[in-house]
T-cell receptor, first 113, second 111 residues
């Protein structure tokens, strides 16, 4: 089955700096890679996703890059703000019917003033 | 609001007891997933149902069981509870694949 590794487990940046979180996956058949943000005490919510036919996707201050050859993908947050503080989870799956998302172990991002 | 409803929100019980957590997926979603999140831990996949049938199993203990009913709501049954079962249990739903929509979770405390 799929295995997703995520690094770092914790990340502290100053407000305005950039943050990068990296994930690797094991199953070459995986073709869907979402990122979820979980604020303290809240449910995980999708913030951005990318499919294997795309190398990069941006949404305002957030971007995700995918390297299928190396089987890794990354989340980039620019101009970080205090409200970006949360736990971020990467995930991977094959987009077959009722496919299962495999999550990484999470990165706790702390944006300091 | 994700459209996924979980009940109860909080549950406190004793070791050895049995509880049932309930999940109503978003309207039209056929897939229901259950995840366990212990304190400061990641999302551990338990089990997935698609249109009433079990589709995938993760690290679900034998003391735990689940089912999805014809109206597509799902229940997760936890029995012979232990202290280590204390966690936040999330239900999520999706159409078939792609974005998962999570409920607010059911926080279980076993004393």
């Amino acid at each position: 089955g799929e295995n997703v590794e995520q690094h770092p487990s914790t990340l502290s940046v100053q407000e305005g700096d950039s943050a990068v979180i990296k994930c690797t996956y094991s199953d070459s058949a995986s073709n869907y890679f979402p990122w979820y943000k979980q604020e303290l005490g809240k449910r995980p919510q999708l913030i951005i996703d990318i499919r294997s036919n795309v190398g990069e996707k941006k949404d305002q201050r957030i971007a995700v890059t995918l390297n299928k050859t190396a089987k890794h993908f990354s989340l980039h947050i620019t101009e970080t703000q205090p409200e970006d503080s949360a736990v971020y989870f990467c995930a991977a799956s094959f987009t077959g019917t009722a496919s299962k998302l495999t999550f990484g172990t999470g990165t706790r991002l702390q944006v300091t003033l | 609001d994700s459209g996924v409803t979980q009940t109860p929100k909080h549950l406190i019980t004793a070791t050895g007891q049995r509880v049932t957590l309930r999940c109503s997926p978003r309207s039209g979603d056929l897939s229901v997933y259950w995840y366990q999140q212990s304190l400061d831990q990641g999302l551990q996949f338990l089990i997935q149902y698609y249109n009433g049938e079990e589709r995938a199993k993760g690290n679900i203990l034998e003391r735990f069981s689940a089912q999805q009913f014809p109206d597509l709501h799902s229940e997760l049954n936890l029995s012979s509870l232990e202290l280590g079962d204390s966690a936040l249990y999330f239900c999520a739903s999706s159409v078939s694949w792609g974005e998962l929509f999570f409920g607010e979770g059911s926080r279980l405390t076993v004393l």
